[in-house]
């Protein structure tokens, strides 16, 4: 079964763009959670899903952050605008009802110039 | 504010020797403890997980739990090159709700 899925793999953006990070978690888990991880601060969370409904928000930084799941495939982040420190990698996790493990996606790495 | 407190290394142990990771946290109604493991560029990955007091053990890897101590720990025995990376620890309080991860400790095997 594939694991969970994160596009693209890498961004570039100069300041101001919006940015959009997707993710695609696995088959049968209902709950989605989006992660930021820099040196300084580590792995954060910044939001997570159960059942496509958005549980706890209390870590996107912001109101340029947003995120969407509008089916259980699928779920957005989006920076609108970007700043240069939005520059880390972006995880996106999944995790089945039935366990408290999360299984985590290849991350994308954000650069904002 | 619930906290995973983590060394963050690095940690240098040479081949064949004993690593031992340690991780505190502060919310005491956590029930859930993992520890992930990351290469450098990858993403974490799970490698045990444990959830009542005591040790618990998965080949080379032991887990060892004491929630009276909000204490939280992973022993890596017979350390080969291929286990540097960074560990994290990560705690789940209720049911539910994410994990919360420390800043991780970084282990670098010697050969």
């Known amino acids: 079964d594939a694991g969970v899925i994160q596009s693209p793999r890498h961004e570039v953006t100069e300041m101001g763009q919006e940015v959009t990070l997707r993710c695609k978690p696995i088959s049968g888990h209902n709950s989605l959670f989006w992660y930021r991880q820099t040196m300084m601060r580590g792995l954060e969370l910044l939001i997570y899903?159960?059942?496509?409904?958005?549980?706890?928000d209390s870590g996107m930084p912001e109101d340029r952050f947003s995120a969407k799941m509008p089916n259980a495939s699928f779920s957005t982040l989006k920076i609108q605008p970007s700043e240069p420190r939005d520059s880390a990698v972006y995880f996106c996790?999944?995790?089945?009802?039935?366990?408290?493990?999360?299984?985590f996606g290849p991350g994308t790495r954000l650069t904002v110039l | 504010q619930k906290e995973v407190e983590q060394n963050s290394g690095p940690l240098s142990v040479p081949e064949g020797a004993i690593a031992s990771l340690n991780c505190t946290y502060s919310?005491?109604?956590?029930?859930?403890f993992f520890w992930y493991r990351q290469y450098s560029g990858k993403s974490p990955e799970l490698i045990m997980s444990?959830?009542?007091?005591g040790d618990k053990e998965d080949g080379r890897f032991t887990a060892q739990l004491n929630k009276a101590s909000q204490y939280v720990s992973l022993l890596i025995r017979d350390s080969q090159p291929s286990d540097s990376a960074t560990y994290l620890c990560a705690v789940k309080s209720q049911a539910g709700t994410a994990l919360i991860f420390g800043k991780g400790t970084t282990l670098s095997v010697s050969s």
């Open positions: 899903f159960n059942n496509n409904v958005p549980i706890d």
């Open positions: 444990i959830y009542s007091n």
């Open positions: 919310d005491r109604v956590s029930q859930s």
């Open positions: 996790a999944s995790r089945p009802g039935s366990t408290d493990t999360q299984y």
